[in-house]
């Protein structure tokens, strides 16, 4: 009998990657500081005790993909291109991972050859389309409010309106 060895995982499959991560603490830096302009990658870098070069990378990405802003410049720098209370964690994640999909079959039809015959493709539709409402119902604004519960259920998240919808500091919980 031949066996398959399957490879050992940690507690925790599905994660962020660590730029993604970082990604979303630098978003939250620029959201916790309107007051000021713009930012530029050295100043964030020793804010957020992250090396230069990734906070460089991490901005560049981010303002390819339209969430920051960038003007040159000597008082040059970065600045959210959005309200945080407009920008999810649905856009921040996939700004920085690319779609937003738990498997394959959910990227793109036929990236998968076992697509058509999959008993399992149909449930991980539902709970992909769940996680993507999720991370769509939070956005930066609630990252950075030290009001918002540490602790919530996943119906709790998905039974909100998104902020946008309400105005900012409005919640159906």
Known sequence: MIRASIPEVSDSVFR?????????VILAHLGREPE?????????????DLPVPVVSKVLKTLARKGLLESQRGAKGGYLLARRPEDLTVADMVAALEGPL???????????????????????????????????????LADLIDPSFP????????LGRLPRSETGPGVHHD
């Open 101 to 139: 999909a738990i498997t394959e079959c959910n990227v793109a039809p036929q990236l998968c050859q076992h697509e058509g015959h999959c008993a399992v493709k149909g449930p991980w539709k539902v709970i992909n389309d769940v996680m993507k409402e999720a991370l769509a119902r939070v956005t």
């Open 36 to 48: 000021i302009v713009t930012h530029n990658a050295r100043e964030v870098a020793g804010q957020v």
């Open 16 to 24: 962020l990657s660590k730029i993604t991560d970082y990604g979303i």
């Open 150 to 157: 540490s602790e919530i259920t996943p119906l709790q998240i």
